[in-house]
């Protein structure tokens, strides 16, 4: 079994700065990708940032400059989610997924997982 667990959200002014974390732990597992996405209410879920094993990272255009994805050096299943000069339209519930492999009999299982989500919200 794995679990996700995000922490971080709240209630900020425009610009101001949260930081997301997001820890993966259960069975044992190897790291293809760390992603955090985003989902505002009417509106599809989008990607917000990708952090690959390799340490590329992706970030979607009405973000960059203003988030970084980065992952804990001592901690290696923990990435963060670095919000700066946030405005109002980043207001939306932010979830943390795993890409990961397993080694099982014969080879490797690839799946993705999923975090609760965590609330953050924009607002004088």
């Known amino acids: 079994q794995v679990q996700l667990v995000e922490s971080g959200g709240g209630l900020v002014q425009p610009g101001g700065s949260l930081r997301l974390s997001c820890t993966a732990s259960?069975?044992?597992?190897?790291?293809?990708?760390m992603d955090w996405y985003r989902q505002a209410p009417g509106k599809q879920r989008e990607l917000v940032a990708v952090?690959?094993?390799?340490?590329?990272?992706?970030y979607a255009d009405s973000v960059k400059g203003r988030f970084t994805i980065s992952r804990d050096n001592a901690k290696k299943n923990t990435v963060y989610l670095q919000m700066n000069s946030l405005k109002p339209e980043d207001t939306a519930v932010y979830y943390c997924?795993?890409?990961?492999?397993?080694?099982?009999?014969?080879?490797?299982?690839?799946?993705?997982?999923w975090g609760q989500g965590t609330q953050v919200t924009v607002s004088s």
């Open positions: 997924n795993a890409d990961l492999s397993f080694a099982v009999y014969g080879g490797a299982a690839r799946r993705m997982y």
């Open positions: 259960g069975s044992s597992f190897s790291i293809n990708a």
């Open positions: 952090l690959t094993s390799g340490g590329s990272t992706v």
